[in-house]
């Protein structure tokens, strides 16, 4: 059973910048492709990005193109977030979860209980 911590969000300005991170445990990070999604109050949690097992390859949601950043260190069992130039349509809580190469929740086994990420000025 693998079990995923999140950490990393707060209240950002319009702009700025933010950093998530994503720490498993209980089995082989690298065995897993890791995303990251995301719910904003009253919506449906939605695909955000996806990077491989080796870091090699990642995947992007249009709405986040060019603005956010996925990575991962499996040494340290960790997978990051970095999201700049937010816009308060970012607002939601972010999720990271452990299955599969994909873009939508069945590809996920594992998820984390999500950060909140508020964008305000």
């Known amino acids: 059973q693998v079990q995923l911590v999140e950490s990393g969000g707060g209240l950002v300005q319009p702009g700025g910048s933010l950093r998530l991170s994503c720490v498993a445990s209980?089995?082989?990070?690298?065995?897993?492709?890791m995303g990251w999604f995301r719910q904003a109050p009253g919506k449906e949690r939605e695909f955000v990005t996806v990077?491989?097992?080796?870091?090699?390859?990642?995947y992007y949601v249009d709405s986040v193109k060019g603005r956010f950043t996925i990575s991962r260190a499996n040494f340290l069992n960790t997978v990051y977030l970095q999201l700049n130039a937010v816009k308060p349509e970012d607002t939601a809580v972010y999720y990271c979860?452990?299955?599969?190469?994909?873009?939508?929740?069945?590809?996920?086994?594992?998820w984390g209980q999500g950060t909140q990420v508020t964008v305000s000025s």
């Open positions: 990077i491989n097992r080796w870091g090699t390859r990642t």
């Open positions: 209980g089995g082989t990070f690298s065995n897993f492709a």
């Open positions: 979860a452990a299955g599969r190469w994909g873009m939508t929740r069945d590809d996920y086994n594992y």
